[in-house]
């Protein structure tokens, strides 16, 4: 009877599933999208838009008598078809209007809407990428908050568009456009295309026109209105313009004056030039979303203003910088026609950032940049995921680290198969058969396939639309008598097809062999004249795969010496790191501190044992001169905490040279290596610091805070030790910030358990994609529960910050 029971539980859990399944293709087209013209004004008051919109459409192809229009959390006030009063519905968010007659095809008519547009009441939510979905948004409308600017802008992707005017709101739907935006003269405005004109009114606004002549979809729409600081560059003739706030505008070409060598070298390597009349790149308040591609009207969130101090160590929105401009060929000027598709868009994208860094800094860079993109997917446990699904929950949920992350993996495998010219030249063929259009993942193999004369069923079929990922056990067969090594390739789970290059080193001497892999079990038989010193699977580093083959420390030792790609280096030194007390292996990690790329220096500072008896003296050496000498700002910071650890006077004056430097890694390096010598001047030191650089400097001054023990400095620990605790990879640093939150959750301070749960909430839906908004509600239960046991006499006050706080992450 049990099992019985347990058989009819899953059989209609099975059929229950199959019943909830949909069909995600792409929108049928009755009528389509022609060109668009907006008249808007903003409602301050009230967070809401006044519109008038006139839109052309045609039928597709039948004969139609009717338009649906997506929009959404309207007041209509009157529609009208080609200056005619029409009957229409409006209801679901839904515009529905009778045309009067029966239109043709390429018939046009243009269809009028005056409306009010009001996002606060839109009722669709958001994904883990982008956080809300209500279209347009105001920011301290009423110039209430004196830390915010006064701000409105707009965020498209998925549908969204249709929050602010009405639209047919698919991807596979293109239009022109014109906006005639009135605001207060104060402010200046930013959409897509053209600034035509601007014209003052008597009642103190400005009318902006602005206009876009070349179609695109309706999720890349785009308005920005501010007070910012607009700093100009230019390309070939056209403008590339970045809009900021006054604080950064001497800093705006640090953080952006890449770009117009972006655009040289995409257009160099798509072939195809960009195709559109300027590039704005506008940086806004509490964006919802990282960045966003709106053609030529680029924004991105505040964490993209950064300091001259940080850009000197690194400007870490560089690669957002190029991911959204190279959206303008893949995304913009070609649309993948469904949110099914979405990889194709977004892979490229991410793609481009290798493709940038390999251009402009090497191959080290690249293939950093391309393994942590990797690890963030295998992290992710999507491997259930498709690159193309068309049975997806909610669109929203596409926007995650397949179609990203693994899809830049799967384009960067393609690369390698095709070979480096079919591969542009595919690319190439792609953007141009379907300019101004959109296409799917198959067309994208079509355009491969006609370049480069392959079948490409087979790699389309296992890696867009199959899951997983390539999973190697690797075992060594040796034959002294006839001299020949076996290799043993064994698939564990799913069996892919793939080429393989494994390297064999004999002496210091390399053969390279590929092979093709495509069953569960392959053995492949190579000769040698001495013994191999490595074997080298999957040297070219170019597969999406774990691989298990079972090196030893000598193998490790000899990769790391001989073996070049950056994935060499760093796995062998990962596994030298484990056994410092082998003399040639601390010798290894610390000829590594050598090393030509700069994030492999680092590791060998971060991984070092000075407490090793080998060669201390010699690694000692090598350290002081990286703390004073590196070219690159991050090595000296992190060989300043390597010495810091060494606790000895002598480095004093290091130490306080660094605290005048103009790196803020340096600067927060230095702050804390001074305090385990000198904690009074450490701490004078700290007091005569700014908010804003206390801020970029939180690293050092919480673990300062928290080594004092200062508890009346919790609401500041409380801002950061979430930081600490969780996105830092060091262990002492994770223990130590551990025990600063528990002094907060015990303690009766307001403004730290404030401050705390505000973070978990931000890092909450920040990080929702790895499923951190679950493990913060846990964690802020259990705060509650603290509290509940407590004797602190505003209990009750405080259970409610942390009860709302969970509240905002389950909603």
């Not at 690669?319 to 190279?326: D, G, V």
């Not at 990203?404 to 384009?411: C, E, M, T």
């Not at 393989?500 to 210091?508: A, C, F, K, P, V």
Request: with cysteine; glycine share 4%.
């Amino acid at each position: 009877m049990k099992n019985l029971l347990l058989t009819l539980i899953l059989l209609f859990s099975v059929l229950l599933t199959a019943q909830e399944k949909e069909y995600r293709g792409e929108r049928e087209k009755i009528n389509d999208l022609v060109h668009t013209k907006l008249k808007v004004n903003f409602n301050f008051e009230k967070s809401q838009m006044n519109g008038e919109a006139w839109i052309t459409l045609s039928p597709h192809f039948y004969p139609t008598n009717k338009l649906v229009l997506d929009a959404k959390s309207f007041k209509i006030y009157e529609v009208k078809i080609n200056n005619r009063n029409a009957p229409y519905n409006y209801s679901n968010d839904e515009l529905t209007i009778e045309l009067g007659k029966t239109y043709k095809k390429e018939e046009n008519y243009t269809v009028y809407i005056k409306y009010t547009a009001k996002p606060e009441e839109v009722r669709q939510k958001g994904s883990n990428t982008i956080k809300e979905a209500k279209g347009l948004y105001f920011i301290d409308p009423k110039d209430e908050d004196p830390e915010k600017p006064t701000q409105i802008w707009t965020q498209g992707e998925t549908e969204s568009s249709s929050c602010w005017f009405p639209t047919i709101d698919s991807p596979n739907q293109k239009t022109t456009e014109e906006i005639y935006m009135t605001v207060p003269n104060k402010f200046v405005t930013l959409s897509n295309g053209e600034l035509i004109s601007q014209t003052s009114n008597a009642d103190g606004t400005r009318t902006d026109y602005w206009k876009m002549d070349k179609k695109h979809a309706p999720y890349l729409f785009f308005m920005g209105v501010g007070e910012f600081s607009i700093v100009k560059d230019t390309w070939n003739g056209i403008e590339v313009n970045y809009y900021v706030e006054k604080e950064y505008e001497s800093v705006a070409k640090d953080i952006f004056g890449k770009t117009p060598e972006m655009m040289t070298f995409f257009s160099t390597i798509t072939g195809v030039p960009y195709q559109w009349n300027k590039y704005s790149q506008i940086v806004v308040r509490d964006y919802v979303s990282g960045a966003m591609e709106n053609t030529t009207a680029v924004v991105h969130g505040e964490a993209a203003q950064q300091k001259k101090g940080q850009l000197i160590d690194e400007n870490i929105w560089e690669e957002t910088i190029a991911h959204e401009l190279f959206h303008h060929w893949f995304g913009d000027l070609v649309t993948a026609e469904s949110w099914s598709n979405l990889t194709v868009n977004e892979s490229f994208a991410t793609y481009s950032v290798y493709l940038w860094y390999e251009h402009k800094y090497g191959k080290d860079k690249a293939n950093a940049h391309m393994y942590n993109d990797v690890q963030t997917y295998l992290q992710s446990q999507s491997e259930d995921k498709k690159l193309v699904r068309f049975y997806y929950e909610n669109r929203e949920d596409m926007f995650d680290t397949v179609s990203y992350h693994k899809g830049n993996a799967i384009l960067h495998m393609l690369r390698d198969v095709l070979g480096d010219e079919a591969f542009f030249a595919g690319m190439k063929n792609y953007l141009i058969e379907h300019k101004f259009g959109t296409a799917e993942a198959q067309e994208l193999r079509l355009s491969f396939e006609e370049v480069s004369g392959k079948d490409l069923n087979w790699f389309f079929n296992q890696w867009y639309y199959g899951d997983g990922h390539i999973r190697l056990s690797v075992t060594y067969d040796y034959n002294t008598i006839i001299n020949t090594v076996t290799v043993n390739i064994n698939q564990q789970g799913k069996t892919f097809k793939f080429p393989l290059s494994i390297d064999i080193y004999e002496g210091n001497s390399k053969t390279r062999h590929n092979v093709w892999v495509d069953k569960t079990r392959n053995s492949f038989t190579f000769p040698f004249n001495k013994l191999p010193k490595l074997i080298n699977i999957d040297a070219k580093h170019v597969l999406l795969a774990e691989i298990d083959d079972k090196k030893t420390l000598d193998n490790y030792i000899f990769q790391y010496k001989n073996a070049s790609h950056y994935l060499d280096r760093r796995y062998a030194l990962e596994e030298i790191a484990k056994h410092q007390d082998n003399k040639e292996a601390f010798n290894t990690l610390i000829k590594a501190m050598n090393d030509s790329y700069y994030e492999i220096r680092i590791l060998a500072l971060e991984s070092v044992d000075l407490f090793q008896k080998y060669y201390k003296k010699e690694a000692i050496s090598k350290i002081e001169n990286l703390a004073k000498f590196d070219k690159k700002t991050l090595v000296r910071a992190a060989a300043i905490e390597v010495l810091g650890k060494l606790v000895e006077v002598k480095y004093k004056s290091l130490f306080e040279k660094g605290m005048n430097s103009k790196s803020y890694a340096i600067l927060g390096k230095s702050l804390f290596s001074l305090y385990q010598i000198d904690r009074e001047t450490t701490l004078k030191k700290i007091n005569t610091l700014n908010s804003d650089t206390e801020k970029l400097l939180a690293e050092a001054i919480t673990n300062i805070y928290i080594n004092e023990k200062d508890k009346t400095k919790l609401p500041f620990i409380a801002n950061h030790v979430l930081s600490g605790m969780f996105l830092s990879n060091n262990k002492r640093v994770q223990q130590l910030y551990s025990e600063a939150f528990k002094w907060i959750s015990e303690s009766d301070n307001k403004e730290a358990i404030i401050n705390l749960t505000n973070d978990f909430v931000k890092l909450g839906k920040l990080y929702k994609k790895f499923n951190f908004d679950k493990m913060a509600i846990n964690m802020l239960n259990q705060l509650v529960y603290t509290q509940q046991q407590s004797s602190n006499e505003n209990k009750e006050e405080l259970i409610l910050i942390l009860k709302t706080g969970m509240a905002k992450l389950i909603e």
